[in-house]
């Protein structure tokens, strides 16, 4: 963890058994089942590494916004997010991910509301670690 100057948190999660398996943090407030999506073979009764990551980046990606917010002295009505992500093949047949972000920033004009989005991939690590390694699409419908 050499780019870490400073450590403010880790997350500390058990996976067992991929995604026909079990993660559980070590404080246990995530126990979840994991399980193939019936998109892919599965039975579709846990959730899955894609609705994870989905939500993950997500949470941060609208705190990011916040903080962008705060900087800027701007106030929203409201922050929504609509995260989806995909896993397919590319060319050479590996798997890949993408995600698209649909972001309602509720009070502010358009143009404002995508400066604050276009701040906001500057902040959020989760932003930060995909750039350049998946297609990240930040599409402000609102």
């Given at each position: ?40 073979g599965g039975n579709g009764e846990g959730t899955n590494p894609e609705q994870l990551f989905a939500a993950g980046f997500a949470a941060c990606f609208e705190g990011a916004m916040g903080t962008v917010l705060r900087m800027k002295k701007i106030k929203a009505d409201g922050i929504s ?62």
């Open positions: 963890m050499d780019k870490i100057e400073k450590q403010l948190y880790t997350a500390t999660v058990n996976v067992e058994g991929g995604r026909d398996g079990k993660a559980v943090s070590s404080d246990n407030k995530l126990n979840v089942d994991l399980r193939y999506p019936k998109e892919l997010i609509v995260s989806n992500v995909t896993l397919g093949k590319d060319t050479n047949d590996g798997f890949v991910l993408a995600v698209k972000l649909d972001i309602t920033l509720k009070g502010l004009e358009r143009s404002v509301a995508q400066e604050i989005v276009d701040e906001a991939h500057k902040v959020c690590p989760y932003a930060k670690a995909t750039r350049g390694n998946i297609e990240v699409i930040s599409n402000v419908v609102g």
